[in-house]
């Protein structure tokens, strides 16, 4: 998942919410990584608020561009000059996409509870047919 930086108020909760669903996602064959453009320092204060779910950083603005994520620019000095607004993509493990989820501005967002009946409800389906919205 892609999270607006450490600023975000929003973004702490889905986190921590992810964070804690942790196992429910491994039963299911999925696993979870916050991204954002924040550097090393801002991602490791980040980290520390979420005792599993793994926290990377410096995602490129042409990363972000590539994979249809919104960008903002700073309005207060706690943000970074240019972030992107958040996004969720369900990825299998042979790295097709099955799903996105993205937001134009920090809310509205997925739980974790949505996401897992997602991937039950994807689980479901034949894994030889191309996800939706693949034309």
Known sequence: MVYRGMQCGYCKAQLAEFDASLDELG?????ALAVSMD????AAQ?????PRLPVAYG???S????SGLFLSSARK??????????GLFLVRSDGTLEAAWLSSLAFPRPTAVAILQ???LVA???PSLPPRGSR
Do not use: H, K, N, Y
């Not at 039963?27 to 696993?31: D, S, V």
């Not at 550097?39 to 801002?42: G, L, V, W």
């Not at 980040?46 to 979420?50: F, I, K, M, V």
């Open 124 to 126: 479901g389906v034949d």
């Open 63 to 66: 990363d972000a561009r590539a």
């Open 46 to 50: 980040t980290q520390q608020a979420l």
């Open 77 to 86: 000095e706690s943000e970074m000059p240019v972030f992107c607004e958040p």
């Open 118 to 120: 997602a991937i039950d």
């Open 27 to 31: 039963e299911r064959g999925f696993g």
């Open 59 to 61: 995602l490129a603005e």
């Open 39 to 42: 550097t090393a320092e801002r």
